[in-house]
C-alpha cells in the first residue's frame, strides 16, 4: 500500500488507515501474530493487493515488481494460489498485457502446488477436505462477525452449543455468517472493481480456512481465536472491501462504523452517540478512531516463543517418547526410532 500508493486501490486515506490498523490490531492467536510462522497468509493478503491494484503498462518497474512479488506469494503456500481463478477473471475483464501475466504467474504457481500435492496422494493428515454450507456460514458468522467485535469469550461457547442443538438457529447462523459477503456484493456493484476483487479474496480465502482446518470443524466456532489465523486475512479484506465503497461514496459515518467494529466494540457505543448528535466529521472520526486504538492496546497479543523443532529434536535424542517444541508448552510425539 505504500510503495504502490494508497489512492490506487480507491480505499482514501481513512480507508488505508483502518486496514493498517486492522493488520495490527485485529485479535490473533500469539502463534501467528508477530512471528513468520504463517508467513503464506499474509502472502496471501499481498496477492489480494495486487489483484486490487490498477493495471500498469506491463513494461513498467511497478509491474516487474508486482510480477516478482506475485510468483513469491504463489510460491508460499495454498492460500495466495486460491486467488487464481480471480486472477483469471480480472486478465479477461481488463485484456491488459500486465493482468494477462500476472494470471499466468499465479496459474503456474497454483499448478505447481497440486502437483506437489499429487505427488504427496492428496494425503492431508487431520484435515478432512469438506465444505458444509451451513457449518462454513456459522463458521463465518463466529470467526467475521462476532470475531473482530472481541465477543467471542462472552458468544462463542453459546453459538456452538445453539448450533450443535437447534436446526433453525444452524440456519440463521449460515445466513448471519453470509450476510457481509451478500450486503457488500451489493453494495459493490456500482463502485470501483477493486471492491469486488477485495470481497472475493475474502470468501475465497475464509472458505479454504474452512476446508483445510485441522480437526473438528464445528470448534471454529467457539475457538475464538485459536482459529483466527485462517480468518485474519479474510477480515482485513472485508475491510479493504468496505473502504472502497465508503471512499466512493463518500460515507464518514459508515467509515467511523466499520473502523469501531473492526477495532473494538466500545467504541461503537461512542459511535452511537456521535451518529445520533450529527457531530460526525473527519475530526470526530479521527478522535474515536484514537480511543478505539488506545482502548485496544490492552489485548494485544504476545508473539509466541520456545525451541525450534529441530533443536528440540536434536536435544532430545531418543531419551523421551515427547519432545517440546515451538510454540513453548507444546508437545509432538518423538519421531525417532532407536
Known amino acids: 500500500m505504500i510503495a504502490f500508493r494508497f489512492e490506487a486501490l480507491r480505499i482514501g486515506r481513512l480507508g488505508c488507515s483502518l486496514a493498517l490498523a486492522s493488520m495490527l490490531l485485529i485479535p490473533q ?42 510468483a513469491i506469494c504463489g510460491l508460499s503456500g495454498v492460500p495466495a494460489n486460491v486467488l487464481a481463478p480471480l486472477f483469471l477473471v480480472r486478465a479477461w475483464q481488463d485484456r491488459s498485457v500486465e493482468t494477462s501475466i500476472q494470471a499466468v504467474i499465479i496459474t503456474t504457481t497454483a499448478l505447481l502446488q497440486l502437483g506437489l500435492l499429487f505427488t504427496q496422494d492428496f494425503e492431508t493428515g487431520a484435515r478432512t477436505l469438506e465444505f458444509d454450507p451451513m457449518l462454513a456460514g456459522s463458521i463465518f458468522f463466529a470467526q467475521l462477525v462476532l470475531g473482530p467485535g472481541h465477543i467471542f469469550d462472552q458468544m462463542g461457547d453459546t453459538a456452538l452449543r445453539a448450533f450443535r442443538n437447534g436446526e433453525t438457529l444452524r440456519y440463521l447462523f449460515a445466513v448471519l455468517g453470509f450476510a457481509p459477503f451478500v450486503a457488500l456484493f451489493l453494495f459493490s456493484r456500482s463502485v470501483p472493481k477493486s471492491a469486488m ?19 473438528d470443524k ?24 468496505c473502504s472502497v465503497n465508503i471512499q466512493a461514496r463518500r460515507l464518514t459515518p459508515l467509515w467511523l462504523i466499520v473502523a469501531c467494529w473492526f477495532l473494538t466494540i466500545f467504541s461503537a457505543f461512542l459511535l452511537v452517540i456521535a451518529v445520533y448528535l450529527r457531530r460526525i466529521d473527519r475530526r470526530l472520526a479521527g478522535l474515536v478512531y484514537s480511543v478505539c486504538i488506545v482502548l485496544f492496546l490492552r489485548s494485544i497479543p504476545v ?35 532407536c
Open 29 to 70: 492467536s500469539n502463534e501467528v501474530w508477530a512471528n513468520s510462522t504463517n508467513a503464506h497468509f499474509h502472502c496471501a493478503l499481498l496477492a489480494a493487493l495486487i489483484l486490487s491494484l490498477p493495471s500498469a503498462p506491463a513494461a513498467a518497474k511497478s509491474s516487474f515488481l508486482k510480477y516478482l512479488l506475485l
Open 197 to 215: 476483487y477485495f470481497l472475493f479474496s475474502s470468501l475465497f480465502l475464509a472458505s479454504i480456512g474452512v476446508i483445510a482446518a485441522l480437526g
Open 218 to 241: 464445528t470448534q471454529m466456532i467457539s475457538a475464538g481465536y485459536a482459529s483466527g489465523r485462517y480468518f485474519y486475512i479474510p477480515v482485513i479484506c472485508l475491510a479493504l472491501a
Open 303 to 337: 508473539p509466541a516463543t520456545g525451541p525450534a523443532w529441530s533443536d528440540a529434536l536434536a536435544e532430545a535424542g531418543c531419551a523421551t517418547e515427547t519432545v517440546e517444541i515451538w510454540p513453548r508448552d507444546w508437545q509432538m510425539p518423538n519421531p525417532r526410532e
